[in-house]
């Protein structure tokens, strides 16, 4: 069965520091993976995603995330975090399956951006 | 506005007492998830459908049933729930190669 391991469960850092939250997998076969961002007391939303093509997916808002197929790794990044990414950031992935999908989140990482 | 809808937001419930989660989805999607999140446990699945009239089973399905007889809807139900079922339970839709979009959240507290 899949599985998603985010190492660290709170990343504490100061505002315009950069900032690393990592995500690995596991599995053997062709993979989606996501990141979604959490804002307090609101659902899940969808920050990037990498479904082919280019590893190297980015947001909007500035975060980045490399797909590494030997590593089993899709860590975000972003070189310079500000108060309002504050939130719970949750890796998944999801393995097709013969037109259904589930997703499998990992545990969370809670960044906590300060002054 | 397109999306999910998930009601009540929140309840409290005694040891026992039964109830519903309604979810609604008006974008056509197939697929339907619960989940429910407790913390540092991330989210987990409850059950499934992938498609009107079908349902199946997740990571965490005791303890709750669920139904799908309209395609924009899918019901979560506890039959006799628990303290251990205090939790925040989201609906989530898709379709096949596309993103899940997620709902508001329900917050159940059990007494």
């Known amino acids: 069965a899949q599985s998603v391991t985010q190492l660290d469960s709170q990343v504490p850092v100061f505002e315009e520091a950069p900032v690393e939250l990592r995500c690995n997998y596991s599995?053997?076969?062709?993979?989606?993976l996501f990141w979604y961002v959490q804002y307090p007391n609101q659902g899940l939303q969808l920050l990037l995603k990498y479904l082919s093509g280019s590893t190297l997916v980015e947001s909007i808002n500035g975060f980045e995330a490399e797909f590494n197929k030997s590593q089993t790794s899709f860590h975000l990044r972003k070189p310079s975090v500000h108060i309002s990414d504050t939130a719970e950031y949750f890796c998944?992935?999801?393995?097709?399956?013969?037109?259904?999908?589930?997703?499998?989140f990992g545990k969370g990482t809670k960044l906590t951006v300060n002054p | 506005n397109a999306g999910v809808t998930q009601t009540p937001k929140f309840r409290v419930l005694k040891t026992g007492q039964s109830m519903t989660l309604l979810c609604a989805q008006d974008?056509?999607?197939?697929?339907m998830y619960w989940y429910r999140q407790d913390p540092g446990m991330g989210l987990r699945l409850i059950h499934y459908?992938?498609?009107?009239?079908?349902?199946a089973k997740g990571e965490v399905p005791d303890g709750y049933n669920v139904s799908r007889l309209k395609k924009q809807n899918f019901l979560l139900g506890l039959e006799s729930a628990a303290p251990s079922q205090t939790s925040v339970y989201f609906c989530a839709s898709g379709t096949t190669g596309t993103v899940l979009t997620f709902g508001a959240g329900s917050r159940l507290t059990v007494l």
């Open positions: 599995s053997s076969v062709s993979v989606y």
């Open positions: 998944a992935v999801s393995e097709p399956q013969g037109g259904s999908e589930k997703l499998v």
């Open positions: 459908s992938v498609g009107e009239g079908t349902t």
């Open positions: 974008m056509n999607h197939e697929y």
